[in-house]
Each structure stands twice: as structure tokens, then as C-alpha cells.
């Protein structure tokens, strides 16, 4: 029995389910063999349980005589089965504390799990920690949170399970305030211990509550605690770093993980930290790691790493994605194609490669409004707006589907780019009229940048008057058209008035002085700046530019280098900046010569 008993229970603790085709000739030997004993039978009832093909056939193998084991093995059923087995329990045993825990897991209702809650309070058991901590993670998992409080309030004495239980089942509701209560009253508790999940549980409500500071008092208690070496609290405090943009303690908690240690969640994490802020080329960097480390990515992953090779316009980077995506089967796994799909559209068309986003958007099975605003946006930024609004006539005749705000915002960029006026007009009219959507100061703006490109300044400006406080982004579309159209008066109104917008920092300051200096007035110039000088304005930080270089051996090789104007950081700064300066001196050389030769003799190859 012994030599026989040991692979049952190497198949039972098996993650992977067993077959029907091994159960049967198995449970066959047994009984022919006369070895189906109490401790084999409970291992084989735990056998039946997990294949759903031999569910209807598990209550046979009870009878009054099996041992309460077996019956609680069986316990894991369905809830109909459950309920079954769990009267044939009653009939023959008394329940233990190991009996109500599965059949409150299975309630497939709240009005299931009183009655099990009810029957477990007549049987005696209700308040033991066993079949409390059930109780309670099936009362919050239907949002039933004032109902287990009042359990967990009656229990004579917790163990770290229940509170765990409590407070993660409290986080997971968007109860913070009261799962931080909880957690202090474990902290009072002097017999409670955390574990691992007790932390990670807390810093989650950190994290959604953007409670920084008690974040890093936790971060304390788990260096003082040894849970610092613990991967799920590890990505647990990175992710809280990142989302309170907090990218270099982030880095140091990743950093201090050991390479074997960190898992999926944890390059996730870190990839999540920069994207939250925006570091795309750090993101890049990253990245290349985790691919070295022969991490494979998933849906997290993608959706870091997409838009970072969108903003960089690392375009064999996102082929790289692209092929992994398609490889690995994520693009058919359901909805997950959709979003996998967009980040890719979104990547393609921000990386000027609008044809091979237009196949990905073909080959799609499904499309849902995020798609076609990519792709009405894609066209508009690359002036194919005729395209474009063919694109939103097809989404919402066609398909049917009601366009949104950054919808019918795509399709006035279209216009706004392709000259079509009327159109852009009446796409502003119909947003309140037919679709019911109350126009933003995106829409206003793009209406003014449109009727300014167009020379109708005055139209323009009425626009921009109705719209009232517009922000500074419209009144620096106004003013490039009464600069394009050399409406001098205009523009330096223009200015004065994005001057005061509070969002225009040192912006509308440059430009008021660029006018005057586009006017030839250099006294006025002079005193904009030196009124800029007093004020304590500064200009605001330089633009960043990305190169990708490398990539011959599949993309492997990659890199990604950023430069900011002036920056002298880059290890081969000293190289760069020499071919810089031979470019210009070439290129003064060429401007010298074109002013005595005709442009076309001028070879410079």
C-alpha cells in the first residue's frame, strides 16, 4: 500500500490536472487489488474533483462507511455537487472545521453563503480560524464587507490569516480607509505577526491612494521586519515608488533584487515606474535588460514598452514587439488582441510607418473606438485628412459605433492639416447637435489653428472669444497663423494674451519677444527679456531627440541614444560635437557658395 499510496500523492500534488485516462485503469488496479483504503481513497476522490468529465460520477464513491476525509476531498465540487455531498456528509459524520471552507468558496450567491455561514454557526464551527478566514474571503469577494466585519468582529482570537484576509480582501474593494484601520489594529495587536502578504496588501493601499509618505513608513517596518528580500514585496515597493513618480528609489529597490529573484512582475513594475514617468529612453534601456535576462514579455510589457517606442520612434524595437506578439499568441487571445493591437497601431503611426499601421489595423479581428481614433489620428498627422474622414464616416456608418471626444478632436486635426475648412466647421457644430458631446478646449483650438492656417484670422479669433479661457495652446496656433500670415499686431496681441494663461510659462514670455524680433523692434525685445530677468523666468528646459542605432543582428543590438542641446553627457559627446562642427563649417561653406553659384550646380555629396 505504502509503495502504491506515494504517486497518488505525487499526482495529486501535481499543478497539472490529471486525465481521465489515467484516473480510470488506476481506480480499476485499486479495487482489483483490494488497496483502496481510507488514505487512497481520499487521494483518489481529490483525483476525481479535478477533472470536470468525471464530476457526476464522484458521489458514487461515497458511502456511509467512507471516512469524513473523503468527504471533505469531495467538497470541492461544483456547488451543486457540493451541496450533495455535503448532505450524505451530514448523514453519515458530523462536519469538522475542513467542511464548510470549500462549500463557502463554490457559493455561487450571497443568499448561498448565509445559509452556509447560518449552518456553520448551528454546527459550532463558524468562529474557528479555519472556517472563519472562508467565510470572511467569501463575504468580501461579493462586496458583502459589512458582513464580515461583523464575523471578524466576533471571533475570540485571530491569526495572521484572518487579518490578512481582512485587509486584502478590504484593499481589493476600494475600501482604503478601512483596510488601513485594519492594518493599525494588527499593528496594536501584540499577537499578531505580518507575513509577506500582510505587506504587500498594505502598500497596494499606498499605492491607490497615493499615500507616499506611509509608504515609505511601510517600506521601514519591512527593512526592520527582513521582508526586504521578499520578490512580491520587492515589486509591491516598486510599483509604489513608480506611481508616486519616485523613478530612483524605484531603481534602487529593482537594483537591490537579485537577478535570479525578480520575476515577470518585477521588470513590469520598473517598465511601468518609467513609463508613468515619461522616461522612454530609460524604458528602452530597460527593456534590452529584461530581454538579456530571457524574460519573455506579456500584455504588461507591451503596453510599457509600446509607447516608449512610439515617443522614441524606435521603430525595429516595435517590430521586435510586433513579432513577439504574433509569435507568442497574444494577438489572439480575445480581447487582449485589441488592446495588444492598438498599442501597436499607435506605435506604427507615431513612428511615421503609417502603411504597416494600417495593415496591423486590417488584419485585426476586432476594432473598438481607441482603434479608429488611432487611425483617424495617424492620418491626420501625416495630412492624408481626406482619408481620414473616410475612415470616421466608415466608423460611424458602417460600423455603427458613437464617436468620442478624442474621435471627433482626430477628425478636425484631419481637416485642420488638409486645408478642408467647411469640414472642420461643421464637425464643431455637429459634435453638440448630432453626437451630444459638449466641445473642450482642444476643439476650439483646433478650429482656430484651422481657420488661422487658412488666413481667416478674424473668424479665428471670434472662435477663440466664444470658447473663452482657451488655454495657451490655442493661443499659440492664433498667433503662428498671424505670424504666417504677417499679421504683426495680431501676434504680438497674441502673445500679451497667452501671457496670461497660467499654463504658458516662459513660453508666452519667448514668443511676445520672438514677435518683436520678427518685427525688427530689438529695443522692445531687449526690455521683454530683461522684464523676463527680473521676474525670475526661466527658459524652460531644452527639447530631447532619440537615435536608434545598431540592430543588424535582428534588432538584438539596438541602442537607443538621447541627446538634449548642449548636453555633454554622452560618452562620445567629444566626437559627436567635432562632426557637428564640420557640418556647419560644410554647410556655411555651401550657404557662401550658393550666394555665386546657382543652387544646382552645387554638388555636396
Known amino acids: 500500500m505504502p509503495a502504491l499510496h506515494l504517486p497518488l500523492r505525487a499526482i495529486v500534488s501535481s499543478p497539472h490536472p490529471p486525465t481521465q485516462r489515467l484516473l480510470l485503469p488506476l481506480h480499476a488496479h485499486l479495487l482489483v487489488s483490494g488497496r483502496l483504503a481510507a488514505a487512497a481513497l481520499t487521494s483518489l476522490v481529490s483525483l476525481y474533483a479535478r477533472v470536470p468529465a468525471l464530476h457526476p460520477a464522484l458521489p458514487l464513491l461515497l458511502t456511509p462507511a467512507s471516512p469524513l476525509p473523503c468527504f471533505n476531498a469531495a467538497l470541492s465540487l461544483p456547488h451543486p455537487l457540493a451541496l450533495t455531498v455535503f448532505r450524505r456528509l451530514r448523514l453519515a459524520h458530523s462536519p469538522d472545521p475542513f467542511s464548510f471552507p470549500p462549500l463557502a468558496a463554490s457559493a455561487p450567491s450571497p443568499h448561498h453563503l448565509l445559509a452556509i455561514h447560518a449552518l456553520a454557526l448551528r454546527c459550532g464551527l463558524a468562529h474557528g480560524l479555519f472556517c472563519a478566514s472562508a467565510l470572511l474571503r467569501s463575504y468580501l469577494s461579493f462586496g458583502l464587507a459589512d458582513h464580515a466585519h461583523r464575523l471578524f468582529d466576533e471571533l475570540p482570537r485571530r491569526d495572521v490569516v484572518v487579518w490578512n484576509t481582512m485587509l486584502n480582501g478590504l484593499a481589493k474593494l476600494g475600501c482604503f480607509h478601512h483596510a488601513l484601520e485594519c492594518f493599525l489594529q494588527m499593528r496594536a495587536d501584540t499577537a499578531a505577526e505580518i507575513s509577506s502578504f500582510t505587506v504587500t496588501g498594505i502598500l497596494s493601499v499606498c499605492t ?112 521586435e514587439v510586433h513579432g513577439y506578439i504574433v509569435s507568442s499568441g497574444l494577438a489572439c487571445d480575445g480581447a487582449l488582441s485589441v488592446f495588444a493591437c492598438n498599442a501597436l497601431l499607435d506605435m506604427y503611426a507615431k513612428s511615421g510607418a503609417l502603411d504597416e499601421a494600417c495593415r496591423v489595423f486590417g488584419w485585426m479581428r476586432q476594432h473598438d473606438v481607441v482603434s479608429w481614433n488611432i487611425m483617424i489620428d495617424g492620418y491626420a498627422s501625416h495630412g492624408r485628412g481626406q482619408e481620414a474622414l473616410e475612415l470616421f464616416r466608415q466608423m460611424t456608418e458602417v460600423e455603427g459605433l458613437v464617436p ?88 504680438q496681441e497674441a502673445a500679451r494674451m497667452l501671457m496670461t494663461t497660467e499654463e504658458s510659462g516662459s513660453g508666452g514670455w519667448m514668443l511676445l519677444a520672438n514677435t518683436h524680433g520678427w518685427d525688427g523692434n530689438f529695443e522692445e525685445l531687449q526690455e521683454v527679456r530683461g522684464e523676463m530677468r527680473r521676474r525670475g523666468v526661466q527658459k524652460a528646459a531644452p527639447g530631447c531627440s532619440w537615435v536608434e542605432v545598431g540592430g543588424g543582428n535582428g534588432g538584438s543590438g539596438t541602442v537607443v541614444h538621447a541627446f538634449v542641446s548642449g548636453d555633454k553627457a554622452h560618452p562620445e559627446a567629444d566626437m559627436i560635437y567635432e562632426m557637428l562642427h564640420d557640418l556647419i563649417s560644410w554647410m556655411r561653406d555651401c550657404s557662401d557658395l550658393s550666394i555665386r553659384t546657382p543652387f544646382y550646380s552645387i554638388e555636396c555629396s
Open 208 to 319: 491607490a491612494t497615493a499615500d507616499f509618505q506611509s509608504g515609505t513608513t511601510v517600506h521601514g517596518m519591512v527593512i526592520k521586519s527582513g521582508f526586504d528580500h521578499n520578490v512580491s514585496v520587492g515589486n509591491s515597493l516598486v510599483d509604489l515608488y513608480g506611481k508616486s513618480h519616485k523613478v530612483a528609489d524605484a531603481a534602487t529597490v529593482f537594483n537591490a533584487m537579485a537577478e535570479q529573484d525578480r520575476d515577470l512582475f518585477s521588470w513590469n513594475s520598473m517598465l511601468s515606474a518609467l513609463h508613468y514617468s515619461a522616461d522612454h529612453a530609460g524604458t528602452m534601456r530597460l527593456f534590452a535588460r529584461m530581454r538579456r535576462a530571457a524574460v519573455w514579455p506579456d500584455a504588461v510589457t507591451v503596453a510599457a514598452v509600446l509607447p516608449a517606442c512610439a515617443q522614441t520612434a524606435a521603430l525595429k524595437v516595435g517590430r
Open 404 to 491: 468620442d471626444e478624442v474621435t471627433l478632436l482626430g477628425a478636425m486635426s484631419a481637416c485642420s492639416h488638409s486645408g478642408l475648412v467647411e469640414e472642420g466647421r461643421c464637425f464643431l457644430k455637429r459634435m453638440k447637435e448630432e453626437f451630444g458631446l459638449d466641445p473642450q478646449l482642444e476643439h476650439y483650438a483646433c478650429v482656430a489653428d484651422m481657420l488661422g492656417r487658412a488666413g481667416r484670422l478674424d473668424e479665428a479669433r471670434k472662435v477663440l472669444e466664444e470658447a473663452g479661457a482657451v488655454g495657451a495652446g490655442a493661443w499659440r496656433a492664433y498667433l503662428a497663423a498671424c505670424r504666417m500670415h504677417g499679421d504683426k499686431e495680431r501676434a
